[in-house]
């Protein structure tokens, strides 16, 4: 569990119960997860996945951090992993189309939604109309 404690000068070194007793003593929990597939981390350009994963999560007074190994390759990233960002209508581009084409503030800014934000879009969907 953790490398480089076992030796101690071939003396034997320190059991896993023990330390993990030992870790307890000071408020650190450690839990091994069991029949893990895959750990899967997303960036926004590509995803490492990690197959036959081992993961360890170890609690130190609330905060958890986790320890992964196992195969890892990286794939980009899935169309249904995909987020797009929230788009925010601004009020001041709500009262200019409202200003150009003389439409509800409203309609506007359904104009603006459907047109992602494109000032120009929308005010040619609302003149046209």
């Given amino acids: 569990m953790f490398p480089g404690l076992g030796g101690l000068g071939g003396r034997g070194g320190m059991s896993p119960k023990k330390m993990k007793g030992m870790l307890k003593n000071m408020g650190i929990d450690i839990e091994e997860l069991e029949n893990v597939i895959e750990v899967v981390i997303r960036m926004p350009d590509k995803e490492i996945v990690i197959e036959n994963a081992s993961v360890a999560i170890m609690d130190a007074h609330g905060v958890k951090s986790f320890q992964i190994s196992g195969d890892s390759r990286e ?25 150009k084409t003389g439409a509800k503030a409203e309609d506007a800014k359904t104009a603006l939604l459907e047109a992602k934000g494109d000032l120009a879009a929308a005010i040619m969907s609302l003149a046209s109309k």
């Fill in 75 to 99: 794939r980009s990233v899935s169309g249904a992993a995909e987020v797009e960002p929230e788009l925010v209508i601004l009020d001041s581009d709500v009262e200019l189309v409202v200003a």
